[in-house]
Antibody, heavy 123, light 110 residues
Framework: EVQLLESGGDLVQPGGSLRLSCAAS????????MSWVRQAPGKGLEWVAG????????YYADSVKGRFSISRDNSKNTLSLQLDSLRAEDTAEYYC????????????????WGQGTTVTVSS | QSALTQPPSVSGSPGQSVTISCTGT?????????VSWYQQTPGTAPKLMIY???NRPSGVPGRFSGSKSGNTASLTISGLQVEDEADYYC??????????FGGGTKLTVL
């Protein structure tokens, strides 16, 4: 069964940092581009970042560029998101998601999602 | 990266058809055949319903179909069922290699 399991969400103060992880199983992780998507409480979906299958190419929403960093370890089937300089508006459920097809840059169509991990930024 | 424009809500009766629109620009929806649609029910992760404008993943009923004309994409649900009641989000690849979602549409099945 194809699965994604996020972890690392927590309550953090403004200006703080956090590292989210996503453990993948049930598919050849290194063949698929991946994304992080977030959803603030009661709000819609917002794409945060994407990464190619090899990890060589990374893409970010303007709202997080320079503060967040996406990475992957294909030997450990793990996707990560480093969150720095956190703001109250970063409070959200964070989902990792798998690209629908085994193509290097197909991070924009997401067919498998994790259950989410909650990040709360508050003093 | 402005969000794509969707109607906040649509409704229909069981058996009817409904269409949800998603309007962007030539830099996203109009420029690429890379529009997807997601269904989300409360407390759950989104589910991919349509990708690359018209493609349906395995397991998604044939009642769901997608199309695009110019800068506007559409999701049509035929033969509406009670279990289709959910929030629907469109999504598009953009000229800057980023991804943008619509604001979401709440579908009510009367």
């Amino acid at each position: 069964e194809v699965q994604l399991l996020e972890s690392g969400g927590d309550l953090v103060q403004p200006g703080g940092s956090l590292r989210l992880s996503c453990a993948a199983s049930g598919f050849t992780f290194s063949n698929y581009a991946m994304s992080w998507v977030r959803q603030a409480p009661g709000k819609g979906l917002e794409w945060v970042a994407g990464i190619s299958d090899s990890g060589a190419s990374k893409y970010y929403a303007d709202s997080v560029k320079g503060r967040f960093s996406i990475s992957r370890d294909n030997s450990k089937n793990t996707l990560s998101l480093q969150l720095d300089s956190l703001r109250a508006e970063d409070t959200a459920e964070y989902y990792c998601a798998k690209g629908v097809a085994p193509r290097a840059y197909h991070y924009y169509d997401m067919d498998v999602w994790g259950q989410g991990t909650t990040v709360t930024v508050s003093s | 990266q402005s969000a794509l424009t969707q109607p906040p809500s649509v409704s229909g009766s069981p058996g009817q058809s409904v269409t949800i629109s998603c309007t962007g620009t030539s830099s996203d929806v109009g420029g690429y055949d890379r529009v997807s649609w997601y269904q989300q029910t409360p407390g759950t992760a989104p589910k991919l319903m349509i990708y690359d404008v018209t493609n349906r993943p395995s397991g998604v009923p044939g009642r769901f179909s997608g199309s695009k004309s110019g800068n506007t994409a559409s999701l049509t649900i035929s033969g509406l069922q009670v279990e289709d009641e959910a929030d629907y989000y469109c999504c598009s690849y953009t000229r800057t290699s980023t991804v943008v979602f619509g604001g979401g549409t709440k579908l009510t099945v009367l």
